[in-house]
């Protein structure tokens, strides 16, 4: 039937013209919308799926666990039409075009052509082994690769070894510590005999306890004297195993942390059990050994679970997004090197904009990237290779980006010295297009190639806008642009659709926190951080240095809350599902947003 299918994409290019005319005639098309079921899980699969246009999710069959995401030309679902139902559920991200291959002619190409049978044995073979691998190895490789840190170990108490243990148990009792360790004296016999072992003894209320009632010692007893040495240690930085082999091996609850020589912590049982409640370091490590985008698509799509265990086990909301950010930028990093020739990493870089460039992004949202390239590079395949690198983010859960500002644009795609050129024609006003295009790349950051070609951008777009208070003007005004969404009374605006937080609240915060940050030579990307040099700098007051920090961050947590819990990307929040305490907190967050608004309006002079 269409004329248009790409005959020359492997693996229809192992078929023969008979077979390619069969396949053609035999194939229809079909439309689903976005959230629409394309495939259901344990449900009879009757195509094969051929992405014409749009995005589609892989996820299991209860939607908490996302396997795949696929873009134009992308296959699916190639398993079922051996099986007699599908294992996972299809969903389309957003309005999707399809091309429907009959089962039974897809199996009678793949019966009369072993080229053909191949490619999707082997990817099929493939994937399911990396699936499998996935889930059974996932607990053990948490186990294995954690580190300890200062976040899972605590504190040690430091006696000194005169102190008697009537004193000791008291202090003990009064902080809620069960042991303690004992700095020995330089002197003491018992550091000759053990020359290699640390100056630390350690006391348990255990060891007390047998002391005084079973070996008869009087409670003026010096504590040094019944301190059980030489300790057991791990280093900081050490493997939690590692820890954990030790305490299994001498039968023992506890561990001294030391960094050298010094003590700096002591590590239980309970905080190693506790400590895998998140996932973060596997995630990494995959990222780190994927070899294929298929590897790296499974790691990628494990993002989604990992912030849910982040917040549910109550970290905080801007720790969680420097986390991702960091995990997103390594996936990225590592796409570019699968895409990108190697021998050309070092002649350009791939840098990220707007949320991402500020690491501010949680969830995936749509791609914002440009490449740099190095003066005077002879590349005649760098528009097919950046074709290639957009479809593979998208293949990674990145939509595309509805303004185009991605790679596979040429217009995102420069030369160190056409980028110069550009960013000096987009400060000096003119066009809304211009302002905005400088406000996505004041938040450039790079994430892959040579990153040091970014450098004299990054300069030159400081220095051009340092002090420059009619194009900051002109940059200024589209954060006082949208409506904040409060009634004539102060209180939060109610919408059929929601409360649009980003344009209400987020924006103009980010949008007006940049500026200054132009204006006054800031470097720094992150909104937060540009706050805190906002405020040294005294630009900011301390009060509305927190005021506005504390008000981005419960905005980006309602945001994140509701997102999870309806599986979406918007940024609307329903009011119904705030408590009280939180829609007086949204309140109040909105009205940080217009003070600091009108801050901006008299700052920059701007009486619309």
């Not at 993002?303 to 905080?316: A, F, K, T, W």
């Not at 997102?563 to 909105?590: A, G, P, Y």
Request: glycine share 4%; hydrophobic share 40%.
């Amino acid at each position: 039937m269409p004329d248009k299918f790409n005959m020359k994409a492997p693996p229809f290019d192992r078929l023969n013209q008979q077979q390619q005319n069969t396949l053609r005639s035999s194939l229809d098309v079909a439309y689903f919308r976005a959230k629409e079921l394309l495939l259901q899980c344990d449900q009879s699969c009757a195509h094969l799926h051929i992405l014409i246009k749009g995005a589609v999710e892989e996820r299991s069959g209860d939607g908490k666990e996302i396997f795949a995401h696929y873009a134009n030309d992308d296959m699916f679902d190639v398993r079922s039409l051996f099986e007699e139902t599908t294992r996972h559920q299809y969903v389309a991200l957003e309005d999707t075009l399809c091309y429907l291959l009959p089962k039974q002619v897809f199996l009678d190409l793949y019966y009369e052509n072993g080229q053909f049978a191949a490619y999707f044995d082997n990817n099929l073979a493939k994937r399911q082994q990396l699936i499998e691998a996935a889930q059974q190895q996932q607990n053990l490789a948490e186990f294995i690769l954690t580190k300890v840190d200062s976040s899972i170990y605590h504190p040690p108490m430091l006696l000194s070894p005169e102190q008697p243990l009537r004193e000791v148990t008291q202090q003990l009792k009064d902080n809620g510590l069960d042991a303690a360790l004992v700095e020995l004296a330089k002197d003491d016999s018992r550091l000759n005999d053990h020359q290699h072992a640390h100056p630390y003894g350690i006391v348990t209320r255990t060891n007390m306890l047998h002391a005084v009632m079973l070996d008869d010692h009087p409670l003026d007893t010096p504590v040094g004297d019944i301190a059980t040495f030489p300790v057991q240690h791990v280093d900081d930085g050490d493997f939690l195993f590692n820890a954990m082999i030790t305490m299994t091996r001498n039968r023992m609850k506890r561990l001294m942390v030391c960094q050298g020589s010094e003590a700096v912590g002591m590590l239980d049982m309970t905080q190693i059990l506790s400590a895998f409640s998140t996932h973060s370091h596997v995630l990494t490590l995959s990222i780190a050994r994927a070899t294929s985008i298929e590897e790296l698509a499974l790691a990628s799509n494990k993002q989604r679970q990992l912030v849910e265990s982040l917040l549910n086990n109550g970290i905080r909301t801007r720790f969680i997004m420097e986390l991702i950010s960091a995990v997103n930028e390594h996936i990225i990093e590592k796409a570019f090197e699968l895409v990108v020739p190697p021998a050309l990493h070092n002649q350009c870089c791939l840098v990220v904009l707007g949320s991402e460039g500020r690491g501010e992004q949680i969830l995936k949202t749509d791609q914002d990237n440009a490449l740099v390239l190095q003066d005077g590079l002879d590349w005649p395949q760098c528009e097919t290779v950046m074709n290639q690198l957009t479809h593979t983010l998208q293949q990674l859960g990145y939509p595309l980006c509805p303004g185009n500002v991605m790679v596979n644009n040429p217009q995102w795609v420069k030369t160190q010295s056409e980028w110069k050129a550009t960013v000096s024609q987009w400060s000096k006003p003119s066009s809304a297009e211009h302002v905005m295009n400088l406000a996505i790349f004041t938040d450039v950051h790079a994430v892959a190639g040579n990153k040091a070609l970014l450098e004299p951008i990054e300069q030159h777009l400081t220095q051009i806008m340092f002090n420059n208070m009619l194009a900051l003007q002109d940059f200024s005004r589209p954060a006082l642009q949208f409506s904040l969404p409060l009634t004539l009374f102060g209180n939060v605006k109610k919408d059929k659709q929601g409360v649009d937080v980003k344009s209400g609240g987020i924006f103009p915060i980010v949008h007006g926190i940049r500026t200054l940050a132009l204006e006054y030579g800031i470097e720094e990307k992150n909104t937060f951080e540009r706050i805190e040099a906002l405020r040294t700098k005294k630009i900011l007051e301390p009060d509305t240095a927190d005021n506005l920090s504390e008000a981005l961050k419960l905005l980006f947590k309602l945001r994140l809350n509701q997102q999870l819990t309806h599986q979406h990307s918007h940024n609307r929040i329903d009011l119904k599902q705030l408590d009280r305490t939180e829609r007086d907190l949204l309140r109040h967050s909105l009205h940080v947003v217009k003070k600091f608004k009108q801050f901006l309006g008299y700052h920059y002079q701007i009486r619309d």
